[in-house]
Nanobody
Framework: QVQLVESGGDLVQPGGSLRLSCAAS????????MAWYRQAPGKQRELVAS???????AYADAVKGRFTISRDNVKKTVYLQMNSLKPEDTAVYYC?????????WGQGTQVPVSS
């Protein structure tokens, strides 16, 4: 059984930084694309960043230059380093992967950006 567990969400002031972690368990990770999504109140869930097994990355325009996704294949963990946070980054952040057309999601971690 695949399980994704996020951590690291916290209240942060505008301009601050935060690092999210997503630990994967089960027969998944090394050969799979990992991604972070977010869902702000009243909005649809959106893709924030993704990373392939060979660590090729992609980012949403809204976070380019501020967020960095990375992965540790030994620890089966994917990270999202978020810098220069803005109030519009406020959302629940979700870890995601997919295996054989089956999507897997974590439970989400809240990131409120406010002074």
């Amino acid at each position: 059984q695949v399980q994704l567990v996020e951590s690291g969400g916290d209240l942060v002031q505008p301009g601050g930084s935060l690092r999210l972690s997503c630990a994967a368990s089960g027969r998944i990770f090394d050969g799979y694309v990992m991604a972070w999504y977010r869902q702000a109140p009243g909005k649809q869930r959106e893709l924030v960043a993704s990373i392939t097994p060979i660590k090729k990355t992609a980012y949403a325009d809204a976070v380019k230059g501020r967020f960095t996704i990375s992965r540790d294949n030994v620890k089966k963990t994917v990270y999202l380093q978020m810098n220069s946070l803005k109030p519009e980054d406020t959302a629940v952040y979700y870890c995601h992967t997919e295996s054989r057309d089956v999507p897997y999601w974590g439970q989400g971690t809240q990131v409120p950006v406010s002074s």
